[in-house]
């Protein structure tokens, strides 16, 4: 089993930035992809970055390409997300996830553990 804990969720006005972290316990994450994904009220879950096992294989979907950027540390078994130039329609719950498998993937099914969220609101 693995756990997944989110942090660095928060109010912020748009064009502001936030760090998302997302620490893993109960197994090393250093053989799996990883991912963030965000959902809306009303939308469905949408990746917003995805990296495979060894750093590669990084992903971003147009609405965030050249303002997010994933990374991780297998070392402290913690992925992250820094997200700059903050829109108001960033505003969602960020997930992070791990797939059991080193290939990333963008579709949320494809994901096996997820963490329990972290809201951004991002203000205009």
């Known amino acids: 089993q693995v756990q997944l804990v989110e942090s660095g969720g928060g109010l912020v006005q748009a064009g502001g930035s936030l760090r998302l972290s997302c620490a893993a316990s109960g197994r090393s994450i250093s053989s799996y992809a990883l991912g963030w994904f965000r959902q809306a009220p009303g939308k469905e879950r949408e990746f917003v970055g995805i990296i495979n096992w060894s750093g590669g294989g990084i992903y971003y979907p147009d609405s965030v390409k050249g303002r997010f950027t994933i990374s991780r540390d297998n070392a402290k078994n913690t992925m992250y997300l820094q997200m700059n130039s903050l829109k108001p329609e960033d505003t969602a719950i960020y997930y992070c996830?791990?797939?059991?498998?080193?290939?990333?993937?963008?579709?949320?099914?494809?994901?096996?553990?997820w963490g329990q969220g972290t809201q951004v609101t991002v203000s205009s």
């Open positions: 996830a791990l797939r059991t498998s080193p290939h990333s993937s963008s579709r949320f099914m494809d994901y096996d553990y």
